[in-house]
């Protein structure tokens, strides 16, 4: 079971795609830990992640369209699965992150003008850029374009 999902992952990867148009570093990760899932959930996982890899073996993702519809058919609920079971996290790309940064601290100090709540919003921010990090880094991610 797990085999044919590594030959056409590894299929998938060697053909040079856009990694964030086919959600490479998600696929991997949930590979990765596949055998720590149940057997009820493998089976399930199983079936979803063999029709995703199908389909994008099959058909050229051009689009950020066609690549968030498939990854709302397929990688979401696998995510979902892995989150209720191996307690998996959703992450957000790094580029969001800093666009949250600026945008939250330039309406802070329009609007609030005050350096503590920047302050303190600003520790907020960080510790979720940090705990955004390690969830990447620790392999129990997965995400829209990850």
Do not use: W
Not at 50 to 61: A, I, R, S
Not at 62 to 67: A, G, H, L, N, V
């Amino acid at each position: 079971m797990f085999e044919t999902l590594n030959e056409k992952y590894n299929i998938l990867n060697s053909s040079g795609p856009d990694p964030r148009m086919y959600h490479i570093n998600t696929i991997y990760n949930f590979l990765l830990h596949f055998e720590k899932l149940s057997s009820q959930n493998k089976q399930a996982v199983f079936k979803i992640l063999n029709e995703y890899l199908d389909h994008v073996n099959e058909f050229n993702v051009s689009t950020r369209q066609e690549s968030q519809s498939l990854f709302k058919e397929y990688v979401a609920p696998v995510g979902d699965i892995y989150h209720k079971e191996l307690k998996f996290r959703y992450v957000i790309s790094t580029g969001l992150v800093v666009c949250m940064f600026i945008i939250i601290n330039i309406l802070v100090l329009v609007v609030l003008n005050n350096m503590f709540t920047l302050v303190g919003i600003n520790l907020l921010l960080l510790i979720f850029a940090v705990r955004n990090y390690i969830q990447r880094r620790n392999g129990k991610a997965y995400g829209f374009g990850f």
